[in-house]
């Protein structure tokens, strides 16, 4: 038989062991909640944001590009640029306007030389410069003959660029005439348009 303090010996480390057990027993019960409210959390926020981020755009959501109009003398270097390249006439007098033709909210820059030696009975030649994202550059696209006033702008388009709609003298006759783009530019003489009846409505800006 043990003695009494063997016997009291025992029994607290008996005691000491069981509470062991059950503080951890009481740490799991605690500490697995917690963690699983934790993960709740972060599967819900993560559906929030899916949600928030797959949202389709409205319309009232979508801003308009801004339209972007040249400045400076962009133009000009651009046309100092092509005559260097395509021409020895003495005048190279000239009248400038911007429209955006290919609906790319930077302004287009038709030219209209008024030279005499771009100029002739049945017309002069008209320019046309596409303007490069910031408007501040162009590159040449079409150079069109035997043009004459008035000149406009039409709404309807040929792939992608608005017609032209210009008077042209042929065959002794002056007519107006529509010119499409082709993809690359524009006819290189008026007289190639696309013979419009007379008095017909246009509907479109007057470039000149």
């Not at 981020?53 to 100092?80: K, T, W």
């Not at 009975?121 to 069109?144: M, V």
């Amino acid at each position: 038989m043990p003695d009494r303090k063997q016997f009291f010996l025992l029994s607290a480390t008996l005691l000491i062991a069981m509470n062991r057990q059950r503080v951890r027993t009481l740490r799991i019960r605690t500490v697995m909640p917690c963690r699983r409210w934790l993960v709740c959390c972060l599967w819900i926020s993560g559906l929030v944001f899916v949600a928030a981020c797959s949202r389709p755009v409205s319309v009232e959501d979508a801003q308009p590009a801004e339209r972007v109009i040249p400045a400076g003398s962009g133009v000009v270097d651009a046309l100092n640029d092509y005559l260097q390249q395509n021409s020895f006439a003495q005048d190279n007098s000239f009248s400038e306007t911007y429209i955006d033709l290919d609906n790319d909210q930077v302004d287009d820059a038709l030219v209209l030389m008024q030279g005499l030696d771009w100029c002739s009975i049945r017309g002069c030649t008209l320019l046309i410069f596409r303007g490069l994202p910031g408007g501040q550059y162009f590159e040449f696209i079409s150079a069109i003959e035997k043009v004459r006033e008035p000149i406009w702008v039409s709404e309807e388009r040929t792939l992608g660029w608005r017609d032209l709609v210009v008077s042209t003298q042929s065959k002794q006759q002056f007519r107006d005439v529509r010119l499409g783009f082709d993809g690359q530019g524009y006819p290189e003489s008026a007289i190639a348009g696309t013979v419009l009846p007379a008095l017909s409505d246009i509907t479109g800006d007057r470039a000149f």
